[in-house]
């Protein structure tokens, strides 16, 4: 297995632009999740997909940011319209619900919005 | 709510000393703990868990914890710390009825030749 994979790896924008990150979870993994990673707030939990359906978005900063699942191996974190403050590291998760063996994560893109 | 906290920012240790890095957690019911390991760059990777029986856990690349129910505790050892075993850890919790891992803050370790 690849392992949870995240494209792309580095993304460098203009604030106004929509950002559009993907993640491709690990075969048979139920759970999914989005964090983003940053110096003064750590690890924080955006948003958690189980079996495909958002289950808690409350980790959202605002309406400028949104998430999908279509299907079982593929999600998308977009934000529209990206500012500067986006800049950060976000990492995508998956796990199968049930097994508490924690979650695989992903390399993480990096984003910068100048 | 659950919760975890890692009270150091920084551990540096020399090279073939022991290792340890702290972490304490808050949860109702029993825990599953988890040890996850940040390389530069990287994203984080798995070292171990635990998640019932034998309180002291073995995990990848030598390092253990133990379990400590008393002290609400599950530090991160590792007996002889290596240059290459600098990098970012971070200490996680979930409920056994709870699907979203709570993380600490992290803690940089640096291991000096």
């Known amino acids: 297995d690849a392992g949870v994979i995240q494209s792309p790896r580095h993304e460098v924008t203009e604030m106004g632009q929509e950002v559009t990150l993907r993640c491709k979870p690990i075969s048979g993994h139920n759970s999914l999740f989005w964090y983003r990673q940053t110096m003064m707030r750590g690890l924080e939990l955006l948003i958690y997909f189980n079996n495909n359906v958002p289950i808690d978005d409350s980790g959202m900063p605002e309406d400028r940011f949104s998430a999908k699942m279509p299907n079982a191996s593929f999600s998308t974190l977009k934000i529209q319209p990206s500012e500067p403050r986006d800049s950060a590291v976000y990492f995508c998760?998956?796990?199968?619900?049930?097994?508490?063996?924690?979650?695989?994560f992903g390399s993480g893109t990096r984003l910068t919005v100048v | 709510a659950q919760s975890v906290a890692q009270p150091e920012d920084q551990v540096n240790v020399a090279e073939g000393n022991p290792l340890t890095v702290k972490c304490t957690y808050s949860v109702s019911g029993n825990p599953y703990l988890f040890w996850y390991v940040q390389y530069p760059n990287r994203g984080l990777q798995f070292l171990l868990k635990?998640?019932?029986?034998?309180?002291l856990v073995k995990g990848s690349y030598g390092f253990e914890a133990e379990f400590n129910k008393s002290q609400t505790s599950f530090h991160l050892k590792k007996p002889s710390a290596l240059v290459s075993d600098s990098a970012l850890y971070f200490c996680?919790?979930?409920?056994?009825?709870?699907?979203?891992?709570?993380f600490g803050a992290g803690t940089t370790v640096t291991v000096r030749a």
């Open positions: 998760a998956s796990s199968f619900q049930g097994q508490n063996y924690g979650y695989t």
């Open positions: 635990y998640i019932t029986g034998d309180n």
């Open positions: 996680a919790v979930l409920g056994a009825n709870d699907y979203k891992l709570s």
